[in-house]
């Protein structure tokens, strides 16, 4: 490209640019090819920031200086890959090789009060730099020749990025109010960068955090679980909470914070903030574990403990019931948020469960009591140790490497049980269909009962996880099951009908 293609006063801070190093092939020739084209080629955002820290990065950003539209619809064709074309935000999503590349015009952006979408008008690569978040995505690298490897820092974005601290290139509320989804993504990267957010972005924050409310659940969400994934959560969220954006977008775990009191004569009883101690558990898991679901699933697994928290003279406060309790609230919640629902068995089963573990060490380890955690637990077993072991958060050491030495105990036996049992994908070896044979019986509910009453029996010890001993079982007591099989399947209909008698239990 021609040097005079370029403004004069991008020219000459070009001229004047340090230099880097890129060791990309890549984007040479995307340069090579901006230059045949007659643009100007920038990179720019979180390609940047993550070549100073050190990371790879697949998805890039560039900054086009002239026809972006055309500039991608040409690279695709060069690449044989296809152009996603974005014309009312004057972007296009091209995929190269294993890279993800967007191409963006230099634009300004402007939003109206009550609006998520920006109107978009053409600008300056200055006007660019200025709109984008925070200044350490704001930083850009030239890739057209002669400027090649020339950096632009016109905020300070390298220094900032060093003392690993969160500014806005413009007056924080003006970045704020355009898309309140940056005060989201001002936590994400304290969080990311273990860093510390400007005072007068968290002012701005605190002003403005009714704004996050005009902000679509999706793109929401989206943030929440990118700082689920960052090394330290917990910062984030803290951020979130003392802003007052937590009330807005995630209301019950905003709603567990603090402590209560209660006063008993000359004694005030309280219970540790639920809040804090959440976010403890979450930054223990994300020590072991980048596993989201499970961060997610330890960021929810107290959830229940404000609709059963009670005072209980003589005993103190209690929380009975909370696991169960919290575990129907993840639906509502993953339903609101817009998460995946095939996730939700799993987040459910560990806030379910998160207890038992303990609930066994104090109640006594029995095999059938492990044989019920095993297939409570599925193919979250590992992971719902890993919880357990980040909920203790005791700050008695001694206490601590107590609790940590039932649960290693208690994981072998586990590890014992299912081995011997061969529980690891448990259910009946005597399957529905061969219930149907053996008691002459349609595809109904009565076929349902019979198998729980079989798994069951496995599981209290009563006998072995092996299919002959299994369909011995049910040949010997055959008359029993089927009558309270048939019982049961007639009360199913009558509640179905709006009748109701009591509800047999399956025999042992």
């Known amino acids: ?127 660019d730099l200025r709109r984008r978040d925070f200044t350490i995505n704001a930083m850009a690298i030239a890739l057209n020749e002669p400027y090649w490897g020339a950096f632009l820092d016109l905020f300070g974005g390298l220094r900032h990025l060093h003392q690993r601290y969160i500014q806005t290139p413009t007056d924080p509320s003006v970045t704020f109010n355009e898309d309140p989804l940056r005060m989201l993504r001002a936590a994400r990267f304290v969080a990311a960068l273990d860093g510390t957010l400007a005072e007068d972005a968290r002012q701005a924050m605190e002003k403005l955090s009714s704004r996050i409310q005009i902000v679509s659940q999706e793109r929401i969400t989206e943030e929440l679980l990118k700082l689920l994934q960052t090394p330290r959560p917990s910062k984030g969220f803290l951020v979130l909470f003392e802003t007052g954006l937590l009330q807005y977008i995630f209301p019950e775990l905003h709603r567990l914070a603090g402590v209560e009191l209660v006063q008993v004569g000359n004694q005030a009883y309280g219970h540790k903030d639920v809040f804090r101690h959440t976010l403890q558990v979450l930054d223990n898991v994300a020590q072991h574990s980048e596993q989201v679901w499970l961060r997610l699933a330890a960021l929810l697994h107290d959830i229940g403990k404000l609709k059963t928290k009670r005072f209980v003279e003589g005993v103190g406060w209690t929380f009975h019931g909370h696991e169960e309790v919290g575990a129907r609230m993840v639906e509502r919640l993953f339903r609101r948020m817009k998460l995946p629902l095939d996730k939700l068995p799993y987040v459910q089963t560990l806030v379910r469960l998160h207890q038992r573990p303990q609930a066994l060490v104090d109640e006594g380890v029995t095999d059938s009591a492990i044989r019920r955690l095993i297939v409570q637990a599925g193919d979250a077993l590992e992971d719902l140790f890993i919880l357990c072991r980040a909920d203790i958060t005791t700050r008695n050491p001694v206490l601590a490497r107590k609790y940590l030495k039932n649960y290693d105990a208690l994981y072998q036996r586990i590890l014992e049980v299912q081995e011997k049992d061969r529980l690891r994908a448990f259910q009946s070896p005597v399957r529905g269909d061969e219930i149907m044979a053996l008691c002459n019986l349609p595809p109904s509910p009565a076929v349902g009962y019979i198998k729980k009453a079989l798994e069951e029996a496995i599981l209290d010890g009563i006998v072995p996880n092996d299919y002959d001993a299994v369909k011995a079982y049910l040949l010997e007591h055959k008359e029993q099951l089927l009558a309270e099989a048939l019982a049961y399947q007639e009360e199913h209909f009558r509640r179905k009908r709006g009748q109701s008698t009591p509800k047999p239990e399956p025999s042992s």
């Open 1 to 127: 490209m021609s040097p005079a293609l370029l403004p004069d006063d991008v020219r000459e801070y070009l001229e004047q640019a340090p230099r880097l190093e890129l060791q990309e092939p890549f984007l040479r020739t995307l340069g090579k090819l901006a230059d045949e084209q007659g643009v100007g080629l920038f990179v720019v955002g979180g390609f940047v920031r993550d070549y100073f820290l050190g990371k790879e990065r697949k998805d890039i950003d560039f900054t086009v200086v002239g026809d972006a539209l055309a500039f991608a619809r040409f690279l695709a064709r060069r690449f044989r890959s296809k152009a996603v074309i974005y014309e009312r935000f004057h972007t296009a999503l091209v995929p190269i090789g294993e890279y993800r590349c967007e191409f963006v015009g230099t634009r300004r952006e402007t939003y109206e009060p009550e609006s998520r979408k920006p109107q978009v008008e053409e600008g300056t690569l200055w006007d």
